[in-house]
C-alpha cells in the first residue's frame, strides 16, 4: 500500500514538468510538432528583432517552454537561452523537491496518528516539524530562483 501511495504521489509531481513543447500558444507561433520545430525557431527569430515580440515571449511561458523545446529538438542552442534552462532545471528539482516535502508530511501524519502513546508519536511530530522546515526552504528558493530569472532575463 505505501508503494503504491508512494507511486502515485511521485507522479503527480512529475505530471507539469512531462511536456515541453507540444503545442504553440494561440495565435503566436503555428503548432510545434517535431517536424515543425524548424519552422517554428525560424518565425521566432524572424519576429524577435522587435521589443514587442520579446515582451510576448518574456511574458508567456507557454511560449518560452515551445522556443525551448524545439531549440532542444532541433540542436539549435544559443546562449541567451542558458539562463531560461538554468531556471527550468531548478523549478523541475524544487517541484521534486516540495513533492518530497508533502509526502514527508504524510509520513510523520501517519506516525503521529497511529502512533499511539509510544514513541511514534514524538517520531511523528519531528517528522511533520522538519518537513514543514524543508518545505520553507524550498518554497524560499523557488522565490529566490524566480527573483534572479527576472533580474537576468530582462
Given amino acids: 500500500m505505501k508503494k503504491v501511495l508512494l507511486s502515485i504521489i511521485i ?15 494561440e495565435g503566436i507561433l503555428p503548432d510545434s510538432g517535431v517536424e515543425n520545430c524548424d519552422e517554428t525557431l525560424e518565425g521566432f527569430y524572424a519576429g ?8 510576448t515571449f518574456n511574458a508567456n511561458p507557454d511560449l518560452r517552454k515551445l522556443i525551448l523545446g524545439c531549440a532542444v529538438k532541433t540542436g539549435r542552442i544559443e546562449l541567451w537561452m542558458v539562463p531560461y534552462f538554468i531556471t527550468y532545471f531548478v523549478q523541475f528539482l524544487l ?6 516535502c508533502i509526502l514527508f508530511i504524510m509520513v510523520g501524519a501517519y506516525h503521529y496518528i497511529f502512533g499511539g502513546i509510544s514513541d511514534e508519536k514524538e517520531k511523528g511530530k519531528n517528522t511533520i516539524k522538519y ?3 524543508g518545505f520553507v ?3 524560499i528558493a523557488w522565490i529566490l530562483v524566480n527573483f534572479v530569472q527576472v533580474q537576468v532575463t530582462r
Avoid: C
Wanted: glycine share 2%; aromatic share 8%; no cysteine.
Fill in 48 to 55: 524577435s528583432q522587435t521589443a514587442e515580440y520579446m515582451k
Fill in 137 to 139: 526552504v524550498v518554497m
Fill in 11 to 25: 507522479f503527480l509531481g512529475f505530471i507539469p514538468t512531462i511536456t515541453l513543447a507540444q503545442e504553440s500558444p
Fill in 131 to 133: 518537513a514543514l522546515m
Fill in 95 to 100: 517541484s521534486i523537491a516540495a513533492s518530497i
